[in-house]
């Protein structure tokens, strides 16, 4: 897979992408990530990217012409083009499901007060994070990259992510590791039982109570 991501802040995804998993799938040729600065596009003898709106107000508008001729520099037949901005779809693991299986993502950073409307003809999906305001998408696109990275095939264990959270709309049992008691601290008896089938009824019901009492929303669907 490749991602590229257009943002006039690259700098701010190296610690990100070069670390951990992130950085094996890379180091592996499992996923291509490029950084590309439409700034470096803008036909502006200053290399603007953004002007104030027509109609007046505050702020400043990321304008046409960088993003156009950089995404259009860049788009193949098999890009799907995914912008960042807080007025997108709130985004969930269905879609980082469905995001890991494209050939090529190009995700679109916004920054300031917004995108000019017609950038919005470029694009595929738009997407939130979530419902607070961030400085720009950065953030938020490092947060779907690492998201979809993962779900690619050979990049984490299979079984890793068949199991967890959000698949089955629940949240994870609770887990322990050695010692048994930690200074008073005790793992519960079932777990150390050796007893498999009461382990599994022990998890399913830790997962439902955890899912009523955190979050009874996810058990609505
Ligand atoms: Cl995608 N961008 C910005 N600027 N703020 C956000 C967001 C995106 N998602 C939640 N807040």
Known sequence: MRIDILTIFPEMFTGVFSE???????????????????????????????D???????GMVLMCQPIFDC???IKTEESYVVMLTP??????????????????LILLCGHYEGFDERIRSLVDFEV???????????????????????L????????S????????HLLDYPSYTKPANFRGLEVPE??????????????????????????????QK
Do not use: C, W
């Open 20 to 50: 951990s998993i992130i950085k094996r799938a890379i180091d592996q040729g499992l996923v291509e990530i490029n950084l590309y600065n439409f700034r470096d596009y803008s036909l502006d003898p200053h290399h603007k990217v953004d």
């Open 190 to 219: 079932v777990l150390i039982s050796g007893d498999h089938e009461k382990i599994r009824a022990y998890r399913e019901e830790q997962r439902l109570k955890r899912t009523k009492e955190r979050r009874p929303d996810l058990l």
């Open 152 to 159: 690619v095939p050979g990049v984490i264990q299979e079984e």
């Open 87 to 104: 007025d997108g779809v709130p985004y969930q693991q269905s879609f980082a499901y469905e995001l890991s299986k494209k050939k090529h």
């Open 128 to 150: 939130s994070i979530g419902d607070y305001i961030l400085t720009g998408g950065e953030l938020a696109s490092m947060v779907l990259a690492d998201s979809i990275i993962r």
């Open 161 to 168: 992510h068949l199991q967890e959270s959000f698949n089955d």
């Open 52 to 58: 104030t709106p027509y109609g007046g107000g505050n």
């Open 71 to 73: 995404i259009n520099a």
